[in-house]
């Protein structure tokens, strides 16, 4: 819409005071009402602005609450399209691709962690007293983790830990200090039994395949199984280590 459009009766009216103001010699009278008029709606302009203002301001406040309410949702679907929720730590997929993209920006250390004796925990205890389980563990996992690590959740009680940046030794400890955490003292949800897990570390350089990386920490993993549980193993070139709880 044209400004001469919005404000036809304005603009008429302008151009009519315009008028007698050019005409010489008219009454004073003549004059006076011309302008009393052009002032009667100058000030119903003047209202209907400030309404205008008013309800401009009213509308860009909810037009930022709702901007905030979709930003939160946004957030919150996407939190939830990428995290377990039992646990809060990242979901499969989330972790993969969160290990996929560290491989591309340098090298990464990566431990996969499965609970010993999960589904005699279930059996026995049943499996609300199994999440309960799972959500402490993972509560004291979390304690010995960096902050530039990430958790994921890969299987119903197998975990992956992601350390961005590490060398397989700094991995190696970053284990140490989970298993050690798990093997201190009972969880509360369980202080009958002690809860532990058994760990497969491996190490990526920069550029490293992923199959490769999340295969050698399965594998390891298989092998810390194999030989008791409750211990962490990894591979070297050309010789093989395993660290017992004992």
């Not at 969160?98 to 589904?119: M, N, P, V, Y």
């Not at 996992?141 to 700094?170: H, M």
Request: glycine share 6%.
């Amino acid at each position: 819409m044209k400004h001469h459009e919005l404000f036809s009766m304005e603009t008429a009216l302008l151009e009519l005071t315009r008028e007698i103001a050019s005409q010489p010699q008219q009454p004073a009278e003549h004059y006076q009402e011309a302008l009393l008029t052009l002032c009667q709606h100058y000030e119903r302009l003047i209202r209907e602005s400030g309404r205008l203002i008013t309800r401009s301001d009213r509308a860009e406040r909810e037009l930022t609450r709702l901007n905030s309410e979709l930003q939160s949702l946004a957030h919150a679907l996407e939190y939830k399209a990428t995290h377990d929720p039992l646990t809060e730590v990242f979901n499969r997929s989330a972790i993969i691709d969160r290990i996929t993209q560290a491989l591309s920006r340098g090298r990464a250390g990566l431990i996969l962690l499965d609970i010993d004796h999960f589904k005699a925990i279930n059996d026995t205890w049943g499996h609300p007293v199994g999440d309960k389980v799972i959500i402490e563990l993972i509560t004291r996992v979390r304690q010995s983790v960096p902050e530039s690590g990430s958790i994921g959740r890969v299987g119903g009680e197998e975990f992956t830990v992601l350390l961005p940046g590490s060398s397989l030794a700094q991995t190696v400890i970053i284990a140490g200090y989970i298993h050690a955490s798990l093997n201190a003292k009972p969880l509360s949800v369980l202080p009958e039994r002690l809860v532990t897990a058994s760990l497969g570390i491996s190490f990526g350089e920069q550029a490293s395949d992923f199959e490769q990386l999340y295969g050698t920490a399965d594998e390891a993993l298989y092998e810390a199984k194999r030989r008791g549980r409750n211990r962490l193993h990894w591979h070297e070139v050309k010789s093989l280590l395993t660290v017992n709880a004992q």
